[in-house]
């Protein structure tokens, strides 16, 4: 199982950026994945999950309405629109898969493979 994450740069307030986490190892509809970010001195947090063999999505307060996940079953993809960026939004960003939950839902516990992160830096 292989996760990378991508897409991650520097960006303006107000600006838009699109994610990537190409999947390998596993069918996609097999396990849920998750987005998650850490900033400089926090600690990790859940901030979206999707699983699309029931098609469940889940967001954190702070990006909903802001971000949408999706998933492309074809190419083994889950993408991370973030739209209306600021400096909070600042982090690090991995993606996530978990081998032990069925679906995605508004706890963030059972996530197990990891990728590397990528930076998303907002500031003018």
């Known amino acids: 199982v292989q996760l990378q994450a991508s897409g991650g740069g520097l960006v303006q307030p107000g600006g838009s950026l699109r994610l990537s986490c190409a999947t390998s190892?596993?069918?996609?509809?097999?396990?849920?994945i998750a987005w998650f970010r850490q900033a400089p001195g926090k600690e990790r947090v859940g901030i979206s999950c999707?699983?699309?063999?029931?098609?469940?999505?889940n967001y954190a307060d702070s990006v909903k309405g802001r971000f949408t996940i999706s998933g492309d079953k074809a190419n083994n993809t889950v993408y991370l629109e973030m739209s209306r960026l600021n400096p909070d939004d600042t982090a690090v960003y991995y993606c996530?898969?978990?081998?032990?939950?069925?679906?995605?839902?508004?706890?963030?516990?059972?996530?197990?493979?990891w990728g590397q992160g990528t930076q998303v830096t907002v500031s003018s």
């Open positions: 996530s898969a978990s081998s032990v939950r069925s679906t995605c839902g508004s706890r963030w516990w059972g996530y197990d493979y």
């Open positions: 190892g596993f069918a996609l509809d097999h396990y849920p």
């Open positions: 999707i699983s699309t063999k029931d098609g469940n999505t």
